[in-house]
């Protein structure tokens, strides 16, 4: 829900008139349940899209982030549930055009009863 959160955040604030797009898929490979999280806002500035996961480190005016959410994220995916994320900015084709936005990739381990 935050990743999206900061989707839909990063499509308001953005100048582009086309549509709006968030995509959520949810698939299984292999033992691994992998969420994947792509909106068309531009994507994130290379500048500090290897920061996004910091502790505290937001983009937003204080009043509206404290810089924890994706710090959460990482620290359940990884932590609680032996996972992985990354973000990456990605071009990709909805309906005959190009957009490009920031993709999130959670990926998790699935524990198979025996």
């Known amino acids: 829900v935050n990743i999206v959160n900061n989707a839909v955040y ?15 898929n949810i698939y299984k490979k292999n033992n691994e349940a992998i969420i994947e999280i792509i ?17 505290y480190f937001t983009t937003k005016h204080k009043a509206q982030g404290t810089g924890l959410g994706l710090y959460s994220v990482h620290q359940i ?13 990605k071009k990709f084709n909805y309906k005959k055009i190009t957009y490009t936005g920031a993709e999130f990739i959670i990926t998790v381990p699935i524990n198979k009863e025996d």
């Open 39 to 55: 909106d068309n806002a531009g994507g994130i500035p290379l500048d500090i899209i290897d920061r996004v996961f910091e502790p």
């Open 10 to 24: 990063a499509l308001m604030q953005g100048k582009q008139k086309s549509l709006k797009l968030i995509f959520v």
């Open 77 to 89: 995916v990884t932590d609680s549930l032996n996972g992985q994320i990354d973000v990456l900015n």
